[in-house]
C-alpha cells in the first residue's frame, strides 16, 4: 500500500488543521492506521492510532481532547483533526499503515509510511 498525507501548513496557535492520508495499492480496511510527527532534533513519536474498523482510538497524552483521529474505508482515507494547535506540535506529520487481523490499535510496529506532511505552529 502506499501512503500520500497532506494538508499540512503555517497556521497562528489556537488555530485548526486537517491532515489527510490517501492510500492506492490496496484498500487500507485490512489495516490499523496511525499518525506519528518529528520535530527538528527529536525522535518520531506516535500521535494517534484507529483500528480497521475506526471503532478504537488511541492517542498520544500530549494530544488527548485536541487531536482526533477517524477513516473512511470507502474513501482509502485517514484523516487527523487537529484543534487547539500549540507551537510544540510543529513537526513533520506521517501517516502509517499496519496490517491487522483485528481490531487492534498500534503505537508502534508499523509496516508502510507515507511522507510526510509540515505542520508549522507559530506563537
Known amino acids: 500500500v502506499q501512503l500520500q498525507a497532506s494538508g499540512g501548513g503555517l497556521v497562528q496557535a489556537g488555530a485548526s488543521l486537517k491532515l489527510s492520508c490517501t492510500a492506492s495499492?490496496?484498500?487500507?480496511?485490512?489495516?490499523?492506521m496511525g499518525w506519528f510527527r518529528q520535530a527538528p532534533g527529536k525522535e518520531r513519536e506516535f500521535v494517534a492510532g484507529i483500528s480497521r474498523s475506526g471503532r478504537s482510538t488511541s492517542y498520544a497524552d500530549s494530544v488527548k481532547g485536541r487531536f482526533t483521529i477517524s477513516r473512511d474505508n470507502a474513501k482509502n482515507t485517514v484523516y487527523l483533526q487537529m484543534n487547539s494547535l500549540k507551537p510544540e506540535d510543529t513537526a513533520v506529520y506521517y501517516c502509517?499503515?499496519?496490517?491487522?487481523?483485528?481490531?487492534?490499535?498500534?503505537?508502534?510496529?508499523?509496516?508502510?509510511w507515507g511522507q510526510g506532511t509540515q505542520v508549522t505552529v507559530s506563537s
Open positions: 502509517a499503515a499496519v496490517r491487522d487481523y483485528g481490531e487492534n490499535v498500534y503505537a508502534m510496529g508499523y509496516d508502510y
Open positions: 495499492g490496496r484498500t487500507i480496511r485490512i489495516y490499523g
